[in-house]
């Protein structure tokens, strides 16, 4: 790879972070596009920046284009080998439809995210593709699996010190379990 496009993507990215911080949205996109076209595929630099963009599209809704961006970051994560980082890409695809309330789509790539991250032994992981899984139940209005989802992700939480999300279990547990006793 050149070096000198490298630099050059990288310094786009830079950029891109600093519009994020001020809160515009379509400059950050804007240099994460050019950046994109300055690398060649399948290294993982390119998938981190396809990785950004998602989450910027998700901002701004764009669901259509975070889902082909977290798919491409996803293919080369997979072609890599990387497959924390590649389940990392299937968690995200999931919530993309877990916004657009395509509960089935989401369900299928948490459990694609799931099954890494227990091959793996991630618990980090795990544990939060349990709560997705739990959050995507609750919504469709499977309330007992979804209590038994985020009960496993709590105590993974607090197995490995996850205190925040652990806490925000806690809640979800609390308002499932007040639903359940209706």
């Given amino acids: 790879m050149e070096q000198n496009g490298y630099d050059r993507a990288m310094q786009m990215n830079v950029a891109a972070r600093e519009c994020m911080q001020k809160g515009d949205l379509q400059s950050a996109l804007a240099n994460l596009v050019v950046a994109l076209q300055l690398l060649p595929e399948d290294?993982?630099?390119?998938?981190?920046?396809?990785?950004?963009?998602?989450?910027?599209?998700?901002?701004?809704k764009a669901f259509d284009d975070a889902l082909s961006s977290f798919q491409k970051a996803a293919q080369i994560y997979d072609n890599l080998g990387e497959h924390i980082l590649l389940a990392e890409q299937f968690g995200n695809i999931g919530s993309v439809y877990r916004d657009m309330e395509q509960w089935d789509a989401a369900l299928e790539s948490y459990s694609k995210s799931l099954a890494i991250f227990e091959q793996a032994g991630h618990r980090t992981g795990i544990a939060d593709q349990y709560s997705n899984i739990g959050y995507a139940h609750f919504r469709q209005g499977r309330l007992e699996s979804a209590l038994q989802f985020l009960q496993a992700a709590k105590g993974l939480y607090d197995g490995i010190g996850e205190e925040k999300k652990a806490q925000l279990c806690d809640q979800n547990i609390e308002a499932l379990k007040s639903f359940l006793e209706k």
């Fill in 43 to 60: 290294v993982e630099s390119k998938a981190r920046l396809h990785n950004n963009k998602g989450h910027i599209e998700v901002r701004l």
